[in-house]
């Protein structure tokens, strides 16, 4: 390598040592300086590692290539191409080993003397050496010489060789080569195939040549101008890199007539390709005056038939430093490790990081990817916020069939987990809008029951300067206070507020009751209360202070509301005022300020953020007049749609305020799957056919889907038909006929099409006497079974796995003509299909197409085809 670029080689089985190549060999010791510091003398590498100089050999002088012997012993026995064709055999340091100190200065001499392009070691049999040499007329370009053979005996000792280490001993020359190859000709690149000792791959002037020793006379090769720098996929032997001046041809030598790809061809001449010893399909590239290294990662993807496809190549570029690279040579071992050296013998220890590919699964389990390493995301055993995370809930309530109980709407809440308030006060009032909207309907068809699903809002709106207030008694008390009337829609109000039950009767009674039974004694106190009944509310908080569950300050609480009075400078009114706000409960808190407050002025119970929506906005229908409560409703609901409250769909309805509401929430929480199913339970089609609505639906379909809750999603796609009967899809798929290309699905289907009955056809009504064996376009005979060789659109008298009695009650029972069994199904590789009952059969056991002369793997083309729902699998 006079006068040349250096070269740099890693040593095959010293992990830390490499030499360094140009008119001298430099052997290098590389060490680790994480916890040291640098030594005197030595070259920094990296932030991590430096390089010591061991030992030099300038004995070999016109060095063209070099090649380090792949056996573990000699360790440091490296074979030197040099200028005139000569291989000469030397050694970096004293090898104390006398079994191979007479290879040391061995020389391996052609007949005609002209320049060594390359060496290579067989990787199978250690002692073979394969030389490439220039063109000669009356010679051979490939030598492979045997370095453990004798000296030619007519051959006289050459002049003394003087070694590195100072000794001098004679050494002989050996003239007679094991084996010749490629007459008239050159070989500039060489490399042993590792699938067999005796193949060689040359790259010879014009051609790509494998040469198999055990028949020398004949050769396989293929006209190329790529032919520079041949080197074999240490991971996949078939597969074998090259490059003529900027491009790299990759050949497979299963098809070696032309490249099986080509990389994209730089801008200046290539000086160097390499495989990564360490990683699977990764190429290295290097240019002439260049500081960046190319890599092509390449990634066969199997098909589903065995075959492979064209490989999917991610380029990159690295760069290692700042200056020109001579050459770079990987590390053996360490993964994606390489060390280069610029012309300056200035060298850099680099590691080439990978992409690190992210993969979340939609059960939220996280893995990572980063070269041959797997990790996985593991929670830590006392975090519980998987638990809290949205999808894992969607997830849950979709295997309770949360959301699809139509009947008792409120029992939603339950299949929930009945953990969350909010879901609680939404389902319990599409509940009531359910109830009271069929109550209506079948009062007077067509009245009011639309009014309903449009929420309180709506409903106060249409009752605007029709109420006046009027003065009531205390139960209990010696006292009156101003209630306004309760005309028809405030008591609608009321009802889907859930304080009074459907009909005239305004009586709490039962809702007190229920309340008392959930053991929720302050909230039916205070509705006791605001419905001027303070004799209850003592009663309800004593039974609640004398109650397991209960507080015994309940007591203290019932004897201040005894003590009730309405003189305003009174001291238990300056005291309740004062107090009020101490108490944690919210609903004893807003009992003593409608107790202490003004006539007109509730702010201190309307404003209580802490009570239920629903509970606040019957208050209000009970003592606001029209004006404020119009004011109050507008402001709260402005409130509810800001912060995506889903207690605000009271007051919206499933309107397009209801939506604004539901995308805050949306927006908030994730959860598609509550916005779903609450804007399917009785909005208008306008608001169904909004943009927002659809997108969650389409997502939570999605969802199901990736989750493998196939069934679920067919059970939501039944529902949403229900209740939306526009989202029924159309028929987008139908058999159409080889010849003319019409739809034969609807001769096929129990359901007549354009008003033409089965008799047109020649079909008589009874399912199972069908007999639809050709077009009804053209009357073209239908494709034949590949299996029972009958024409589609025969029934199938007996199924696999059933009887023909079991088939007769299914045909009768599901009211149809086409069963799944008689389904025309095939492959849309091969185009070959039958019944599917019959290919169901049959590819349980086979993979292969039934049709005898065609090799289509049809199931395998099924990526899905082995899937197995998940809703079984537990979370």
């Not at 030598?143 to 004679?170: F, H, N, Q």
């Not at 009767?505 to 309340?515: E, K, Q, T, Y």
């Not at 509310?537 to 004398?546: H, K, P, R, T, W």
């Not at 590819?843 to 082995?866: I, W, Y």
């Amino acid at each position: 390598m006079s006068g040349t670029k250096p070269d740099i080689l890693w040593a095959p089985h010293q992990v830390d040592r490499f030499v360094v190549c140009d008119s001298e060999l430099s052997l290098y010791h590389v060490e680790s300086t994480v916890n040291s510091e640098l030594k005197a003398g030595s070259l920094r590498l990296s932030e991590d590692s430096a390089a010591t100089l061991l030992s030099i050999n300038s004995d070999t002088p016109y060095m063209k290539c070099v090649a380090w012997y792949l056996n573990y012993d000699p360790e440091c026995l490296l074979a030197v191409g040099q200028a005139n064709g000569r291989v000469v055999l030397t050694s970096l340091g004293q090898d104390h080993n006398s079994k191979f100190k007479d290879l040391i200065g061995k020389e391996f001499v052609p007949k005609h003397a002209r320049q060594c392009n390359t060496l290579a070691w067989n990787p199978l049999d250690s002692n073979w050496l394969a030389a490439g040499l220039d063109k000669h007329r009356a010679d051979f370009s490939v030598l492979i010489w045997d370095i453990c053979s004798k000296y030619t005996p007519d051959i006289v000792p050459m002049e003394k060789v003087r070694l590195s280490a100072g000794e001098t001993e004679t050494s002989l020359l050996v003239t007679k080569p094991l084996y010749e190859l490629g007459q008239n000709d050159a070989c500039l690149s060489l490399c042993w195939l590792p699938r067999d000792q005796k193949l060689l791959l040359a790259g010879m002037h014009r051609n790509l040549a494998i040469f198999d020793l055990r028949n020398t006379s004949q050769k396989m090769f293929v006209n190329t101008k790529a032919v520079q720098g041949v080197t074999v996929d240490p991971y996949f032997h078939d597969r074998v890199a090259s490059f003529y001046e900027g491009q790299v041809a990759i050949w497979d030598l299963r098809k070696f007539e032309k490249p099986v790809l080509t990389l994209t061809e730089q801008p200046k001449p290539l000086t160097k390709v390499a495989w990564c010893p360490t990683r699977t399909g990764l190429l290295a590239t290097l240019t002439r005056d260049s500081n960046i290294i190319r890599l092509y990662d390449m990634q066969h993807t199997p098909t589903p038939i065995g075959d492979e496809t064209e490989p999917t190549i991610i380029e990159r570029s690295v760069q290692p430093c700042d200056n020109y690279i001579a050459s770079f040579a990987w590390h053996p071992t360490s993964q994606n490790r390489m060390i280069v050296v610029t012309p300056n013998r200035t060298m850099s220890d680099f590691t080439v990081f990978e992409r690190i590919s992210l993969a979340w699964s939609p059960i939220t389990s996280l893995m990572w990817a980063c070269g041959r390493h797997l990790y996985e995301c593991a929670e830590e055993e006392n975090d519980n916020s998987l638990e809290k995370d949205i999808a894992t809930k969607m997830r849950l309530r979709a295997l309770s069939r949360y959301g699809l109980d139509t009947e008792q709407v409120w029992r939603n809440y339950i299949l929930a987990g009945n953990e969350d308030p909010q879901l609680k006060s939404l389902w319990y009032t599409l509940h009531f809008m359910k109830q009271y909207t069929e109550d209506m309907d079948q009062k007077s068809p067509g009245n009011k029951g639309s009014l309903v699903y449009a929420g309180i809002k709506s409903i106060v709106k249409s009752s605007l300067g029709m109420v006046e207030s009027s003065r009531h008694n205390w139960s209990g008390l010696d006292k009156q206070a101003d209630i306004q009337n309760l005309n028809e829609e405030r008591i609608l109000a009321l009802q889907l507020c859930g304080w009074i039950k459907k009909g005239t009767d305004v009586d709490v009674g039962p809702f007190l009751n229920s309340l008392v039974q959930e053991g929720e004694w302050e909230r039916a106190a205070a509705v006791a209360l605001f419905n001027l009944d303070i004799r209850r509310a003592i009663q309800i908080l004593n039974e609640g202070a004398s109650s397991e569950k209960g507080d015994l300050n309940l007591n203290v609480v019932a004897m201040a509301l005894s003590g009730y009075t309405d003189e305003k400078n009174s001291l238990w009114r300056e005291m309740c005022s004062t107090l009020r706000l101490q108490l944690n409960n919210p609903y004893l808190c807003v009992m003593f300020a409608f107790l202490t407050s003004e006539t007109g002025s509730y702010d201190g119970v309307l404003y209580e953020n802490r009570v239920a929506v629903r509970d606040r906005v019957a208050f209000a229908c009970k003592f606001l007049s029209d004006a404020q409560l119009n004011r109050y409703i507008e402001k709260l609901t402005n409130e509810m749609k800001e912060a995506g409250n889903l207690e605000g769909i009271l007051l919206t309805g499933l309107t397009k305020d209801g939506v604004d509401l539901m995308e805050s929430y949306v927006d908030r929480t994730g959860d598609v799957q509550t916005a779903s199913y609450c804007m399917l339970q009785g909005s208008p089609l306008d608001v169904l056919k909004d943009e927002r609505v659809q997108y969650w639906i389409e997502n939570y379909r999605n969802l199901l889907d990736a989750w493998r809750f196939w069934h679920k999603r067919a059970e939501f796609d039944i529902h949403r038909s229900k209740l939306d009967p526009s989202s029924k899809p159309l028929a987008q798929v139908f058999v159409s006929c080889n010849f003319c290309g019409k739809s034969i699905s609807y001769s096929c289907s129990s359901v007549p099409h354009q008003g033409r009955g089965f008799s047109q056809y020649g079909v008589s009504g009874s399912p199972t006497k069908s007999k639809v064996t050709s077009c009804p376009g053209c009357r073209k005979p239908l494709p034949r079974c590949a299996l029972c060789l009958i024409n589609m659109g025969t029934p199938v008298s007996s199924c696999p796995g059933g009887s023909k009695s079991d088939e007769k009650v299914d045909l009768s029972k599901d009211k149809k003509l086409a069963q799944f069994n008689n389904w025309f199904t095939w492959c849309h590789n091969c185009r070959h299909g039958g019944h599917a009952g019959h290919m169901l059969s049959w590819f349980r056991d086979h993979a292969e197409c039934p049709v005898s002369a065609c090799t289509c793997k049809c199931m395998q083309l099924d990526t899905t085809g082995n899937l197995v729902p998940a809703e079984t699998v537990q979370p």
